[in-house]
């Protein structure tokens, strides 16, 4: 497909399938430019929220999240992976056990 076809078949789309498309685009490019470390269970992780570092182990995960037991404050955190630094590797054998 050249990209006159991609401006070609742009040009039929209704709004709902170009939000849908650039929706699409912004995702892959966050694909390609992610270079950051996969987050694992278990991982002793840092970021920030507003003005706030909190500091915590990563209980679960997802394609593109993960649920962090704050150990600064109390409660959990879900945050995109790519907003994380790992600053220990751990296991998912060393998870605390829940509050649930």
Excluded: H, W
């Amino acid at each position: 497909m050249t990209s006159a076809d991609v401006f070609n078949e742009i040009e039929s789309m209704t709004e709902e399938q170009l939000d849908d498309l650039l929706q699409a685009i912004k995702d892959r490019l966050d694909e390609l430019r992610d270079n950051s470390d996969p987050v694992m269970v278990g991982d002793v992780v840092e970021f920030s929220v507003r003005k706030l570092t909190v500091t915590g182990v990563v209980a679960k995960t997802t394609d593109k999240r993960c649920t962090v037991n704050a150990t600064l404050v109390d409660g959990e955190y879900t945050i995109n992976q790519k907003d994380v630094n790992i600053l220990e590797a751990g296991s998912a054998t060393e998870i605390p056990p829940s509050s649930e």
